[in-house]
């Protein structure tokens, strides 16, 4: 665990607790830094949403602008969540914020003083944008105490944090949608009708103007690069440097967003060609894993997705990249124990697929447990407990494609272990 990780966790609890009060009264103690942000694009969903940040992000700066921004969870270092102007927050910066929080000696989450942590550094630092990530949900979530947003987004709503948000889908996009702000426009990806109904509701209810994909402006691959289509718009735009079809739709919404901006064309097709994220599909090369695979003559891939709608993204991006160069496919699943198991695993039975399944330190699903799930939807499945164990197995059998999948924590062990480091 990295310095900062392990101080918060020392002096603040680590459990999940919706709700807005703690958060207003330590911003209050802090001199309210979400009021004194540069402008916020503010982005929810459940998948995608880290994608479409680092889109907007990179969109952005290609136009010139110094923009802030705040994800999580981090994959290796802590300092990954806060971005000031580019550049991610120094250790001494952060240390000297979190000091002035501890002496506020007001109680709050780990994410909560995260979170206030980010906007007292953004607050504090000049910038000409603040892209935010929801952590959880959207109503309650410690971000929300941002009253002014100059654009919301929403990307793919779907089921996940059932413990949390329920498993009634329009109220998980009801959720999300306590982001919106009347005024500011709300930017929605592409959503099921139960989704799309719920957040126009919540949308027209707080006076938020709609733009919605497949309605208002839509996105699609062409020629070997992208299309953005709104009502009066034709962007020919090159192919996001994020693989997978669901990136498409990802970098259709931050376009939209960049549009709402006012950024110029050739700075939207600048960022989709640049934008990176880590454990997203994410090629390894260097450090023990990556070179194993490269000595064997197989591809090795990270992704963090850990529900069904990541699920349905990764058997598409397989069934692309079987379609152009086939390959033995073996899958490598760690999950937390929370997770929807078979829902993950029930996208991902037509893949043909060996599954390895591995445990990591945390709260994670034993493996046999894992193993038995996938073999119960029709995947041919062992549980071997260690990653180098797994690929070490899946590259004896044969495997030219490796996909390590299931969880991001397991994916921050993995690009740990890798020397695959975030960009500074």
Known sequence: ???????????????????????????????????????????????????????????????????????????????????????????????????????????????????????LAMAETPADLAVIEVGLGG?????????????TAVAPVDLDHAEFLGTDLAGVAGEKAGIFKPGAPAILGRQSEVAHAALVARAEAVGAPVTAMGTDFDAWAERGGMVVHTAERLLDLPAPRLPGPHQIDN??????????????????????????????????????YGRAATAAGAELWLDGGHNPHAGRALAALLAERQARDPRPTALIVGMLANKDHAGFFAALRGSAAQVFTVAFDGACAPPEALAAV?????????????????????????????????????????LGAAEETWPA
Not at 139 to 151: K, M, Q, Y
Not at 252 to 258: I, P, Q, R, S, T
Not at 266 to 274: C, K, L, M, T, V
């Open 374 to 414: 996938a073999t119960g939807h029709g995947l041919g499945a062992m549980a071997v407990g260690q990653v180098d164990a797994a690929l070490d197995r899946a590259l004896s059998l044969g495997a030219g494609r490796v996909v390590i999948c299931g969880s991001l924590y397991l994916a921050g062990e993995v």
């Open 139 to 151: 109503r309650l979530d410690a971000t929300n105490v941002i009253s002014r947003p100059l654009i």
């Open 251 to 288: 970098a259709g919404l931050a376009a939209a967003v960049a549009l709402e901006l006012g950024l110029p064309d050739d700075a939207i097709a600048r960022g989709i060609e640049a934008a990176t994220w880590p454990a997203r599909m994410q090629r390894l090369t260097a450090g023990p």
């Open 1 to 119: 665990m990295d310095p900062i990780s392990a101080r918060l966790r020392l002096r603040h609890p680590q459990r999940i607790d919706l709700s807005l009060d703690r958060m207003a009264a330590l911003c209050r103690a802090l001199g309210d830094p979400q009021e004194r942000l540069p402008p916020v694009v503010h982005v929810a969903g459940t998948n995608g949403k880290g994608s479409t940040v680092a889109f907007v992000r990179a969109m952005a700066e290609a136009a010139g602008l110094r923009v802030h921004a705040y994800t999580s969870p981090h994959l290796v270092r802590f300092n990954e969540r806060i971005r000031l102007a580019g550049a991610l927050i120094d250790d001494a910066v952060l240390n000297d914020i979190l000091d002035r929080i501890d002496a506020t000696e007001l109680e709050a989450t780990v994410f909560e003083s995260t979170t206030a942590a980010a906007f």
